[in-house]
């Protein structure tokens, strides 16, 4: 079994060299990751405004570049399919995150037809009041899908697996803000993929 430190490190090489070729998508990692940072200092604040800044413009912009601009043919630098690097996948695939991402758009929706959320909540709210029910249904659902995954790995891997993941996603915006602050120069000047994909980790 690896050290802590080790398998945090492999976990995130390996989510680098396989899903962040774009450097469209490694630009919307880094706009994500300052999101939220915003939003960790927030939610010592305001945790429902957290929330909204979470969902709102830092998932919409991190899924957006994995689901729209990563490539998802055969991944000449790393020798491996599409299918294979999602079967492989430690953390949320893109059918998971599909599946995650459809609760985050449909709690909106629910919340508008029942105001209380089956019994959830004891009344209506105004339309300010609404927005943060939002938050607040999204934040649990943030919680949620990081404990669901987390326990869920370490009944199908063990435990360090469950607890290395969740550290390396609580830390990826701090991680990200540094690996990714030089891709939209990249990206201005035309460069769509990134050349050092596949190279060997020192």
């Not at 919680?143 to 063990?158: A, S």
Request: overall charge neutral; charged content about 20%.
């Amino acid at each position: 079994m690896h050290s802590f430190k080790e398998a945090l490190a492999i976990q995130r090489w390996d989510d680098h060299r396989y899903y962040h070729h774009s450097r469209i998508n490694q630009s919307l990692h880094f706009f994500s990751a300052l999101c939220f940072i915003v939003a960790y200092a927030e939610v010592f604040k305001d945790p429902v405004v957290s929330a909204l800044i979470g969902w709102l413009l830092a998932m919409t912009s991190r899924q957006a570049g994995h689901f729209f601009f990563e490539p998802k043919g055969y991944d000449e630098a790393n020798q491996a399919t599409h299918e294979h690097k999602e079967d492989i996948k430690v953390g949320y695939n893109l059918r998971r995150k599909a599946v995650l991402l459809a609760i985050w758009a449909a709690a909106p929706a629910v919340l508008w037809f029942d105001p209380t959320l089956f019994g959830v909540f004891k009344t209506g709210a105004s339309h300010a009041g609404f927005v943060r029910r939002v938050g607040e249904v999204w934040l649990a659902v943030g919680i949620g899908g990081l404990l669901f995954r987390t326990v869920q790995l370490m009944i199908i891997k063990d435990l360090q697996t469950g607890l290395v993941w969740i550290t390396k996603i609580l830390t990826d915006p701090f991680h990200d803000a540094m690996l990714y602050c030089k891709s939209p120069l990249h990206l201005l000047r035309g460069e769509l993929i990134d050349p050092a994909i596949g190279e060997n980790r020192a």
